[in-house]
């Protein structure tokens, strides 16, 4: 009786996710079809959260968030919503078994947002764990789709994963979070005063999570494997683009791939993929 609401709702998701994201609709396209739909209903859950606290300017943002996070609740509790993203989204916790404890940390994520614009490095690893690792877990649940072993022997690598991403985009919108937002995410930097050992500190940083995203990325079942892949070819050409780049510029600018690059990474892997040398 609720197919048609059902698909209408996963549909508001899917479309969420293309207008918000190329490379991630990109990515998610080369899934099979099976999970297609349940990674677009945890990508619109974690959009909308993140709209909330960062575009919302001139409404009352913590009320909002805070009513988002009840109705997530409801949601999930009855097992159905008015909200279609939040319909969606209950659909695939009781699906694919996501914790309670990882909605929990990306909501307490989000809500730091409105209460901190600097991070000391504690509380920057809880931003880190809770906006982005908690994220590539519960992709991680359903690419696993019930096997235990499997999620728990990819857990470290898909909290790297989701870790380089975020922090990526830190350097990337580095000009934006501080200009409409007063935020510096990265602990010790001063936005004014961005060096190049500051910038080649993070790189680093981000480095070390690429190499353990790898690991995993090549172990993921088949299903999911190309999609990752392909994001994270995506974001690793960014990360490059960005390494390239000097501290000054890299403050100034938004360092972007440009639509013709993602199309050719895009066959490029695929033909990695089809002759496996990932």
């Known amino acids: 009786m609720l ?18 994201s190329t490379s991630f609709s990109m990515g998610i396209r080369a899934f099979n079809p099976k999970i ?26 913590a009320e909002l968030l805070e009513r988002f996070r009840q109705d997530t609740y409801t949601a999930i509790r009855e097992g159905i919503s008015l909200n279609p993203v939040l319909h969606s989204f209950q659909e695939v916790v009781h699906r694919y078994g996501i914790e309670q404890e990882l909605i929990d940390a990306f909501l307490e994520s989000m809500e730091m947002d409105l209460h901190h614009n600097f ?9 880190i764990y809770g906006s982005a690792e908690v994220v590539g877990l519960m992709c991680l649940r359903v690419f696993c789709d019930g096997d235990r072993a499997s999620f728990d022997h990819l857990k470290s690598p898909a909290r790297s994963l989701g870790a380089a ?9 580095l000009k934006s979070d501080f200009d409409d937002r007063g935020r510096v995410y990265f602990p010790g930097v001063d936005f004014t005063h961005f060096t190049q050992a500051d910038k080649k500190r993070i790189e680093t940083e981000i480095k070390r ?21 392909l994001a994270y070819v995506y974001y690793l050409n960014l990360f490059k683009k960005i390494r390239r780049t000097a501290a000054a510029k890299v403050k100034e600018q938004r360092i972007r791939v440009h639509d013709g690059k993602k199309i050719y990474l895009l066959f490029s892997s695929a033909l990695r993929m089809s002759l496996n040398m990932l």
Do not use: W
């Open 3 to 20: 197919d048609l609401y059902n698909t209408t709702c996963q549909e508001c998701s899917r479309l969420i996710t293309k207008r918000y």
């Open 36 to 61: 297609r739909m349940p990674i677009y209903a945890i990508y619109g859950f974690v959009r909308f959260a993140d709209e909330i606290v960062d575009t919302f300017h001139g409404y009352p943002k």
């Open 209 to 229: 999570d690429f190499d353990d995203a790898y690991l995993g990325i090549v172990q993921l079942p088949k299903s999911a494997r190309f999609g990752v892949y």
């Open 119 to 127: 991070y000391g490095s504690e509380l920057y690893e809880k931003y």
């Open 165 to 173: 991403f975020q922090k990526i985009n830190f350097l990337r919108d």
